[in-house]
């Protein structure tokens, strides 16, 4: 079973910069999409970042465009978003997930999770 392992939250200061890591076991190749979505405080989850591991198409959701990376490692199995110019808008409990296809993703989101990682944005 695939499982999944964030890590790389912490206390950041607002306009820093920070990169988040996860750590995936288990997946076949049939796991082709991994990505990031977050949660903040009195808020629902929402999506941040994917990547199709082979051939590396990216998405990135609105609030993160232009200034975050999605990648991962050349074995696959380590996935990681590096996020700039934070605000406190970026304060978050952050989820790493992963689907077996990009159409999986699209149409029913991830299909396993991490546990979260807590980035928390001060001034």
């Known amino acids: 079973q695939v499982q999944l392992v964030e890590s790389g939250g912490g206390l950041v200061q607002a306009g820093g910069s920070l990169r988040l890591s996860c750590v995936v076991s288990g997946r076949t190749t049939s796991t082709d999409t991994m990505g990031w979505f977050r949660q903040a405080p009195g808020k629902e989850r929402e999506f941040v970042a994917a990547?199709?591991?082979?051939?590396?198409?990216?998405v990135y959701a609105d609030a993160v465009k232009g200034r975050s990376i999605i990648s991962a490692d050349n074995a696959m199995e380590t996935m990681y978003l590096r996020l700039n110019n934070l605000s406190a808008d970026d304060t978050a409990v952050y989820y790493c997930?992963?689907?077996?296809?990009?159409?999986?993703?699209?149409?029913?989101?991830?299909?396993?999770w991490g546990k979260g990682t807590l980035v928390t944005v001060s001034s």
């Open positions: 990547i199709k591991l082979t051939g590396g198409y990216r």
């Open positions: 997930g992963a689907s077996g296809t990009w159409e999986i993703f699209r149409e029913n989101g991830m299909d396993y």
